[in-house]
């Protein structure tokens, strides 16, 4: 073997650990990434559980206590608050002023269908605040009341399950991410 | 938004298609009427009419389009705006006042406790009752109801459906924006079943003229003490009186230096001389005039007109 070939062959052997070992930098960082990306997510999830907690509690006040219709009472918590959850109130209020003609609960459901794809509610949050709408407005305050106080009382044993899992979850989904990514890595080099 | 838009709109998507086709003149509709699975039914210039799935007006109810349990539920909730509980104190009375001043006439299961009516519940019985002003009917009236430039107390007698709070409200108007030399007075009302003002979320949807001050949905006996302490008004306009209670505010109103037009149900000066709280007020001469309506011949029929002694000022027909 010649020397040119040798040289040839320690650069060729040289790119392409290189080129390994960006790739595996690449996999070990996105796989991290993903799950620190998850944990920020549950987090996120959570805070908003807790916000909606708080915006309901509002809303209870306004329809229980300043006797507001439903349209102005979900147009003032819209107002109060933010985010994308003050959006979706809003949106209610403004399509109950609108008065299409169909049911209440088909409207809310309509809405919190529309809401942002990328807000950090999970399918099953989203399922329960559409069944929130199914006996809102209708008969009494009494009925009302109960209905909040029972979406309530989902939302909290949510938001406990959540905090009590929390630091175990975002553990698990680090680690998981990093250890994945260098299994991965391994397993490819 | 005119009437039909307004009327429209407190119903379910099916029966708004319906409506929607019904060519008759909105204005001239009394009344709407939905029973659970029975026809759906229009008042339409004194004539009882049933309405066709296709949006006509039938004599034959077999032709008439059946109303459903889901469309009356879907009719409440339209008509409160997807907010029944916020009109619990009205259900409780019966009635829900809508944009527009239209009353809703509800009927079903009552929830009775020691307070009397707490709710009602199964409402399956709904009657749209179209709410009509007729601006100027007052206008034969209010000269006898003025003088020295000052308005009189004045009794307004009728039976029911005779015009009679029609009367009061076009008066109010008249006596708080001033009519002719007449200058404009503050005036109070104290509307107790919201049918003077027909009130919603606080606005009259009834023109009560620009110095009217409104306590809706307020007992009369209260109102009136509440209006005397915290409006001064110059006159107060109260609906139906009658009751034992109502005799004290009247006269605390008149000892307060205010004005007082109210109504009550009768048919004669003679009717009234025979009920105890009323015959003492024309006995003692609370009122300085009374206004006698009937109903002959049509709606608003002004029979006479009658000072304190007694004396007949006016007798005739006076308004459409």
């Known amino acids: 073997m010649t020397p040119g070939a040798i040289n040839y062959m320690g650069a060729f052997?040289?790119?392409?650990?290189?080129?390994?070992?960006?790739?595996?930098c690449l996999i070990i960082s996105g796989a991290s990434g993903y799950g620190f990306?998850?944990?920020r997510r549950y987090g996120e999830r959570l805070e908003a559980l807790e916000y909606l907690r708080q915006m309901i509690y509002l809303l209870k006040g306004q329809i229980l206590y300043a006797n507001a219709p439903l349209a102005e009472a979900f147009e003032t918590v819209g107002r109060r608050t933010e985010g994308f959850l003050a959006e979706l109130f809003l949106q209610a209020a403004d399509r109950t002023y609108r008065q299409e003609g169909e049911p209440f609960a088909q409207m809310w459901k309509d809405t919190v269908e529309q809401m942002d794809k990328d807000s950090p509610l999970a399918p099953k949050d989203r399922q329960s605040l559409k069944d929130l709408g199914?006996?809102?407005?209708?008969?009494?305050?009494?009925?009302?009341?109960?209905?909040?106080?029972?979406?309530?009382?989902?939302?909290?044993?949510?938001?406990?399950?959540?905090?009590?899992?929390?630091?175990?979850?975002?553990r698990l989904y680090t680690s998981l991410g990093i250890m994945g990514g260098l299994f991965l890595a391994v397993l490819l080099c | 938004?005119?009437?039909?838009?307004?009327?429209?709109?407190?119903?379910?998507?099916?029966?708004?298609?319906?409506?929607?086709?019904?060519?008759?003149?909105?204005?001239?509709?009394?009344?709407?009427r939905l029973r659970i699975q029975a026809p759906l039914l229009m008042i339409y210039n004194n004539r009882e009419y049933y309405i066709t799935p296709s949006g006509k007006l039938s004599k034959r109810a077999e032709e008439a389009y059946l109303v459903s349990r889901q469309e009356?539920?879907?009719?409440?909730?339209?008509?409160?705006?997807?907010?029944?509980?916020?009109?619990?104190?009205?259900?409780?009375?019966?009635?829900?006042?809508?944009?527009?001043?239209?009353?809703?006439?509800?009927?079903?299961?009552?929830?009775?406790?020691?307070?009397?009516?707490?709710?009602?519940?199964?409402?399956?019985?709904?009657?749209?009752r179209i709410s009509h002003q007729v601006r100027g009917c007052a206008d034969g009236v209010l000269p006898y109801l003025y003088e020295r430039g000052?308005?009189?107390?004045?009794?307004?007698?009728?039976?029911?459906?005779?015009?009679?709070t029609t009367l009061l409200r076009d008066i109010i108007r008249q006596v708080s924006n001033g009519n002719g030399p007449e200058p404009g007075m503050t005036v109070g009302v104290v509307?107790?079943?919201?049918?003077?003002?027909?009130?919603?979320?606080?606005?009259?949807?009834?023109?009560?003229?620009?110095?009217?001050?409104?306590?809706?949905?307020?007992?009369?006996?209260?109102?009136?003490?509440?209006?005397?302490?915290?409006?001064?008004?110059?006159?107060?306009?109260?609906?139906?009186?009658?009751?034992?209670?109502?005799?004290?505010?009247?006269?605390?109103?008149?000892?307060?230096?205010?004005?007082?037009?109210?109504t009550v149900h009768g048919s004669s000066i003679d009717d009234m001389k025979q009920k105890p709280v009323l015959g003492r007020m024309m006995q003692e001469k609370w009122f300085e005039r009374y206004i006698i309506l009937n109903n002959n011949g049509k709606i608003g029929n002004l029979d006479q007109i009658y000072d304190s002694r007694g004396n007949q000022l006016y007798g005739g027909f006076l308004y459409d």
């Open chain 2, 191 to 262: 509307d107790e079943r919201s049918e003077i003002g027909a009130c919603y979320q606080g606005i009259p949807q009834n023109e009560l003229g620009i110095r009217t001050d409104i306590l809706d949905c307020c007992p009369k006996v209260q109102g009136m003490m509440m209006l005397i302490r915290t409006m001064s008004p110059r006159v107060i306009a109260v609906d139906e009186i009658g009751s034992r209670a109502d005799l004290e505010a009247i006269e605390y109103v008149m000892n307060c230096g205010c004005k007082l037009i109210a």
């Open chain 1, 13 to 24: 052997f040289m790119i392409s650990f290189g080129m390994k070992l960006v790739g595996c």
């Open chain 1, 134 to 170: 199914e006996h809102l407005g209708f008969l009494d305050r009494d009925m009302q009341e109960r209905n909040l106080l029972l979406y309530l009382e989902q939302l909290d044993l949510e938001i406990q399950k959540m905090r009590g899992q929390k630091q175990e979850r975002s």
């Open chain 2, 1 to 32: 938004m005119d009437k039909r838009d307004e009327l429209i709109k407190i119903f379910p998507k099916d029966i708004r298609v319906i409506l929607g086709q019904v060519s008759v003149d909105f204005n001239q509709i009394q009344e709407i």
């Open chain 2, 150 to 164: 000052d308005i009189l107390h004045t009794l307004i007698i009728s039976p029911p459906r005779c015009g009679k």
């Open chain 1, 37 to 39: 990306w998850l944990a």
């Open chain 2, 72 to 128: 009356l539920k879907e009719t409440l909730e339209q008509m409160s705006n997807y907010s029944l509980y916020a009109f619990e104190e009205e259900i409780k009375q019966g009635f829900i006042t809508i944009c527009g001043g239209h009353r809703i006439g509800i009927a079903g299961k009552t929830i009775v406790d020691e307070h009397g009516i707490r709710t009602m519940k199964f409402i399956s019985f709904i009657n749209v």
